[in-house]
């Protein structure tokens, strides 16, 4: 199968109890596809500025991850400045600076308009739109977002949502979206939206997945040390999709595991500021963590 990811890539201002790193490489796109090149090989889609370091985008390409669809444009590559206090689940953003993301309006490599799975990660919802309709018939389209876009376009966050099958989002997210304080109700509007299957992050408290006659509890790995949660959403929606690509199935049983895989790659995204932990993770340390959640929920 091949999976197309449409994201931001970024500059991330971190500050958590751990310490602050100014202007490290962030963004959905990047994190998401980090995590699902572990089981498949991403196309991406995204833009950057001049600024934005080569090594970077040479790091995807060893990754097998597919760059043909990202731009780099004069100017400057999006910013957002972001602070964690001793709850990792509670994050106040500072800043956002759209940049290059202004005026990017992409054109898909024909390579990508033929893509099993798409996934619309944290960007612009009017953008989301406009990328999935360069594709044919992808059999999967799933999608994220982020309270910004909650809190500036919802009319085409709604618009987006009902051409989706699965929305991730975490339940700060959907129950700002629905206006409704109870995850089960929120959950349940997404789905009578258009969605089949919602995927609400509980950030240390794990995940839910549910549609309209399945669910299914996954836990987050119990963690001491949360250096940086940048990204653990995104990571997730990686391994998830990753899986999922790589296996060519959509059966329930693979749902479940798509989303202890998913799981698993947000539990190390979190061990180390920005996408760091990336860089040496290996898939017998997966494959470690994987047989370790399997036991955690075991009974
Ligand atoms: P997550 O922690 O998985 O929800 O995603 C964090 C990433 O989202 C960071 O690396 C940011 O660069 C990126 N991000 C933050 N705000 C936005 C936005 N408004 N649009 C697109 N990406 C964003």
């Not at 089960?184 to 969605?195: C, D, E, H, T």
């Not at 299957?197 to 549609?211: D, I, N, P, S």
């Amino acid at each position: 199968m091949s999976l197309v990811i449409v994201g931001s890539l970024a500059f991330d201002t971190i500050q958590t109890p751990w310490g602050r790193r100014e202007k490290i490489v962030g963004g959905s796109c990047t994190y998401c596809s980090l995590a699902a090149s572990f089981f498949t090989a991403p196309k991406i889609v995204g833009v950057v500025g001049k600024d934005f370091p080569p090594d970077v985008i040479e790091f995807f390409q060893s990754k097998n991850i597919d760059t043909e669809g990202l731009e780099i444009k004069p100017g400057k590559t999006f910013h957002w400045e972001g602070h964690y206090g001793h709850d990792p689940n509670q994050r106040e953003t500072i800043k956002t600076e759209m940049n290059v993301f202004e005026n990017f309006r992409p054109e898909l490599p024909a390579s990508y308009r033929t893509a099993d799975i798409v996934f619309l990660a944290n960007i612009d919802p009017d953008l989301q739109e406009d990328i999935l309709s360069q594709v044919s018939h992808p059999a999967l389209v799933a999608m994220d977002t982020i309270n910004y876009w909650i809190a500036n376009k919802p009319d085409s966050l709604w618009r987006v949502l009902r051409k989706v099958n699965i929305f991730f989002a975490n339940e700060e997210e959907i129950k700002m979206l629905t206006q409704e304080a109870n995850l089960i109700k929120a959950g349940k509007r997404v789905l009578a939206s258009g969605p089949k299957l919602v995927v609400t992050k509980k950030g240390e408290h794990g995940a839910l997945v549910f549609g309209k006659n399945f669910v299914f509890g996954m836990l987050a790995l119990p963690c001491e040390d949360v250096v940086d949660p940048t990204g653990a959403g995104d990571s997730f929606a990686g391994g998830f999709l990753g899986y999922l690509d790589k296996v060519g199935s959509l059966s329930r049983k693979d749902i479940r595991k798509a989303a202890v895989y998913g799981s698993v790659l947000a539990s190390f995204a979190i061990e180390d500021f920005g996408f760091e932990r990336f860089k040496t993770l290996t898939n017998q340390e997966i494959g470690a963590r994987f047989r370790h959640f399997k036991k955690l929920v075991a009974f």
